[in-house]
């Protein structure tokens, strides 16, 4: 029988509260390099028309940042993306 390992320190982006109601929007990445200092966010609608792109600080190895989710974001889908590093991390994110 074969075992099943799982890397728990590998890096993932975690985002809330999704669905979101135009709350602000917590990003949180751990785990990363300790040398990077920003990383670049990037959210995309259904149509795939960038409707947000910013640069955050970040320290540690950690993102940690809240986004303003303002009057760019109707209702549905959208996408989003944050490269940390040359790494990119990406997740569906639902606004009602």
Do not use: C, W
């Not at 728990?8 to 751990?30: C, F, K, Q, W």
């Not at 549905?76 to 040359?86: C, K």
């Amino acid at each position: 029988m074969r075992s099943v390992e799982f890397d728990t320190d590998a890096a993932h982006l975690s985002m809330y509260p999704n669905p979101n109601r135009g709350d602000a929007l917590y990003l949180v990445i751990e785990n990363l390099s300790e040398e990077a200092t920003t990383a670049q966010v990037e959210i995309f609608d259904g149509m795939g028309k960038k409707v947000l792109s910013q640069q955050v600080a970040m320290g540690g190895g950690t993102l940690n940042t809240a986004l303003s989710l303002g009057g760019d974001f109707g209702t549905g889908m959208y996408l989003v993306n944050v490269r940390v590093d040359g790494e990119l991390f990406t997740e569906r994110l639902i606004r009602e």
